[in-house]
């Protein structure tokens, strides 16, 4: 009898143990913290906001609508101006080693959450040393005139004009709730610059440690309110070549790898031991030029290296079947979209805008690029190459240079770019999510306008497009915008990729997100 006992409680150990191997997923780089409203990238989106936070309300993709998350409800007013949340009871915020909270999240968090981004006379404000770009560049700070506490659970916004955009704007990662109780202990403690490398939020995975460009570990949140995450741990094997990372996989060294290269795509459908997941990706890869530098200031000049570029080599070779061409800044799924072709490769018109430029010699300029692949730069170094061959061709001597992904995104924002290969993810559906931060004239100070252009006319037509619900009149604002933004030539436009995980076949419940977001909760591991 004893020994039937000892035999049922090895095997109870034993499938616990079964059950709690970690979840380990390749990626391509490491975040520049985890503060995430202080940085723009989706790399610091998937480390930080999609596992260890949450928002008061979520996009889910699969309906096209906007969903329940900390806010379990919501009441607009009818001119649209105030906006009333009840927040979910009992949810907690994560416990570690340097933070136990004392209570659950209530409307504090939230007033917080949002006025350390907006006051600058709030005591958080100058925790970010390089402002708040999102916030910033969809001038949350000129839009929401408060936020008040009208219970513990209960929060209302008072907007100062209409805003179409404001309600899928609290989806995305930079509006993630964070806990007052933590911020509070920090800066009793003086030690604000610990929130971008301890974090804490009410999300599915808790924060256990970070080694750059080596991995993150993540622990579930036991006390998660949608439910204890399936894996007991999350764990980032940060792996910055793209082949390594389907490698690792076959090799069981991860279940998942993220931002895969199309030849290996090819390879994985035939290997029976791996799946391959692809969803169309909400998503532009372009080049942005700096219209800030000379003579790219010059309208002639951009368009003339528009015509240049043989946007269909470039697709064939880089993309090899896995990406549509691109016209402008909206993927073709988009409202508003603006069907066309992109005029393709013309040697001869490009020179001659060269010359009444003023340039038929040519100039010299540079091409910025990551050194690594990702799902919306698959080949960096074999793109940069085909730009720079086919500039060539009109005379535009240009010189590569391959900068660290981190520091290119710093100085990108700073402006010193000529050239940019950059790719842009929408957040939640809404055309305003490509318009505002890359277009509007509050982003060039933000950083995120990679173009670096401000025009009043195209500045005017995205805000005009936020203040209607209705999708027509938004629509006609959307077309009118991206119309200057082609005859502007602000990019380069490439390709609207697909986006492709590979998972070992003992992998399930992982959903491919068209915005590259991340949901680990409901992910089994075999």
Partial sequence: ???????????????????????????????????????NSLTNTNAAADPIFNRLLEYDAATGKLVPSLAQSWQVSDDHLQYTFKLRKNV?????????????????????????MLDPNHPW??????????????????????????????????LKQADATFLPLLSMGFTSIYSAQYANQLLAANQQGQLNTKPIGTGPFALKSFQKDAVIRYD??????????????????ITADPTVRVQKVKAGECQIALGVKPQDITA???????????????????????????????????????????????????????????????????WSYLAGNHEQQNLTKAKALLSKAGLPNGFETTIWVRPSGSTLNPNPRMGAEMLQAD?????????????????????????????LFMGWTGDNGDPDNFLTPQFACASVESGLNFARFCQPQLDGLIRSGKTTAKLAERTQHYQAAQKIIRQ???????????TSVITTDKVSGYVVNPFGRQAWANVVVK
């Fill in 391 to 419: 500039l060539a061709k009109i005379g535009v001597r240009a010189e590569i240079k391959t900068i660290e992904w981190a520091e290119l995104i710093k100085r990108a924002k700073a402006g010193e770019h000529d050239l």
């Fill in 488 to 498: 502007q030539a602000l990019w380069i436009p490439l390709a609207h990729p697909l």
């Fill in 1 to 39: 009898m004893k020994l039937n006992k000892i035999a049922a409680l090895v095997a109870i150990l034993l499938a616990g143990a079964v059950s709690a191997k970690p979840l380990t997923v390749c990626t391509e780089a490491s975040p520049d913290g985890f503060d995430v409203v202080q940085y």
């Fill in 92 to 116: 907690a915020f994560q416990k570690t080693d340097y933070f136990q909270p004392s209570r659950a999240l209530n409307a504090d968090d939230v007033v917080f959450s949002f006025q350390r």
């Fill in 220 to 237: 579930a949140h036991p006390n998660y309110f949608a439910g204890q995450p399936k894996a007991d741990k999350l764990i980032y094997a």
């Fill in 125 to 158: 404000y100058a925790s970010a040393p390089n402002g708040y770009p999102h916030a910033q560049s969809f001038g949350l700070a000129k839009l929401i005139a408060s936020i008040k506490k009208t219970a513990d659970d209960t929060v209302v916004i008072q």
């Fill in 268 to 334: 994985a459908r035939n290997d029976k031991k791996l799946k391959v997941l692809s969803t169309p990706m909400f998503a532009t890869a372009f080049v942005a030029i700096n219209t800030q530098h000379k003579p790219l200031d010059k309208v002639e000049v951009r368009q003339a290296l528009q015509l240049a570029f043989d946007q269909k080599a470039y697709l064939a070779a880089v993309f090899e079947g896995t990406a549509s061409a691109a016209n402008g800044p909206f993927p073709p799924a988009t």
